[in-house]
């Protein structure tokens, strides 16, 4: 039976995630996300009212019209976490597809966030809930698992498709992490089975590949530490302390909030992502919020709460959106004297995020850091470890897994080209068994590491 990868988005850069995978006439989708870095570009996108075919002119979704051409019936749409680079699109794609869409329960109810807000189209796909260690049957020629990982969101999953020429891993995004709070480990001893039953194709993200200096990456214990370590002090000063992190990031919000709860402090989680990703975790149960903590997410709550806290900054922690700089976003604006709180010397700002390489975040993210600086505040930058694979982590993976092809995704051709050299280490070819492909490419292999054509 033939099978055949297609690459949609995410094989350029970092975001607008999309594969597919075809096994004879069937076709399982994997992930639709947008490209976050576009949106900053088109500042008048508004994504909720635009048509799709708008959306993949301007780069901001994936351009699935070559979907056209493929022989076969999309069976199911896959969501391996609830990131807007990979959840992002589903409002403007899915209903092209007579499909189910599988997810895991956080990832599920994230989509239909998405699709609440979805003017332009009617989402109306059945939705089935998977969760990790769970299996079920697509078609009678395919199984798909759902293997537990673990990313920086919660309850995210490598789906593993299981045919009868093989097993086809799609492996966006994973890291190795032993000590979340949250999450517990990746199912290691399942991904050693599947390399001993034979895994004919791996998609993996590489996105660290080229990052030669971390090449391990550290488990958020280690980010819990340095924020205890960092807050240690300024929790018993009269100064000011916001935070800022990715407000999908459930586990780093529970251990700040864990640390915070310690103290006389109250909470304040401010912005709509944080109501949208935290309220609905704390809604589920899997974020647990001290009792004197509190969510915001409206203009009106948010300036009320941002009152209160400038009367009496002792009293609490502000911990907000805006760890890129993004001009909108709630810590620039108060960086740029927009809200009610203002800044003062010997205020902290703790910045648990790192700058997302492209040359828009980082300009914007330099000039926050230097309004703060400019106000007298003190600023900690070094409170974050990846969610992403670094390339040790890459090497035990390929071990358990063994595949016979692979395929590097999630990046730009520099991460893509990283991920394959890596690869060759491993005893892997590029051109043989290493596959490096463009949006809107695709390969077509089977069991036979030789018998490849593109």
Not at 280 to 290: S, T, V
Not at 333 to 353: C, E, H, M, W, Y
Not at 386 to 398: I, M, W
Request: some cysteine; glycine content about 6%.
């Amino acid at each position: 039976m033939e099978i055949e990868i297609i690459a949609i988005g995410g094989y350029e850069e970092v975001g607008k995630n999309m594969s597919a995978v075809r096994i004879g006439e069937e076709i399982i989708i994997f992930d639709m996300g947008i490209h976050l870095d576009r949106l900053h570009i088109h500042e008048d996108t508004d994504i909720d009212k635009m048509h799709s075919l708008d959306l993949i002119e301007r780069g901001v979704i994936p351009d699935d019209t070559l979907m056209r051409e493929v022989n076969g019936k999309v069976k199911a749409i896959v969501f391996t976490h609830g990131h807007l680079d990979h959840i992002g699109a589903v409002a403007k794609l899915a209903h092209r597809y007579d499909a189910p869409i599988i997810a895991t329960p956080f990832t599920m109810a994230l989509i239909e966030r998405v699709a609440k807000w979805e003017r332009k189209f009617k989402f109306n796909n059945p939705l089935q809930i998977l969760n990790s260690g769970e299996k079920c049957q697509i078609s009678p020629q395919i199984t798909m698992e759902f293997v537990r990982t673990t990313h920086s969101i919660p309850q995210a999953v490598t789906p593993a498709l299981h045919t009868s020429e093989g097993v086809v891993i799609y492996s966006n995004d994973f890291k190795f992490d032993n000590h979340q709070k949250i999450s517990p480990p990746p199912d290691y001893q399942r991904f050693l089975e599947l390399g001993e039953k034979g895994v004919l194709a791996l998609i993996v993200d590489s996105t660290r590949a080229a990052e030669r200096d971390e090449v391990k990456t550290h488990s958020e214990k280690i980010a819990r530490i340095v924020l205890q370590d960092i807050l240690e002090q300024p929790l018993k000063d009269d100064q000011g302390i916001l935070i800022t992190t990715f407000a999908s990031h459930i586990e780093r919000v529970q251990a700040i909030c864990d640390i915070v709860g310690q103290s006389n402090r109250k909470m304040l989680l401010l912005g709509r992502s944080m109501e949208r990703y935290c309220g609905l975790a704390e809604k589920m149960g899997i974020l647990d919020l001290p009792k004197n903590a509190s969510i915001y997410g409206s203009p009106k709550s948010i300036n009320r709460a941002l009152s209160l806290a400038n009367e009496k900054r002792s009293d609490y922690v502000l911990l907000t959106t805006g760890h890129q700089g993004e001009p909108d976003a709630l810590l620039p604006r108060i960086a740029n004297d927009k809200t009610s709180f203002l800044v003062q010397p010997g205020d902290n700002v703790i910045i648990s995020a790192p700058v997302i390489p492209n040359p828009l975040n980082k300009a914007n993210r330099n000039l926050l850091e230097m309004r703060l600086k400019s106000k007298g505040a003190r600023i900690y930058t070094n409170a974050h470890v990846s969610g992403h694979a670094g390339r040790e982590d890459h090497r035990d993976f390929l071990r358990m897994l063994n595949p016979a092809h692979l395929i590097p995704a999630h990046g730009n051709l520099e991460m893509l080209s990283a991920y394959a050299e890596l690869a060759e280490e491993e005893g892997y070819r590029i051109g043989r068994n290493i596959h490096l492909l463009r949006n809107g490419q695709a390969q077509v292999f089977n069991r036979n590491p030789e018998s490849t054509k593109s």
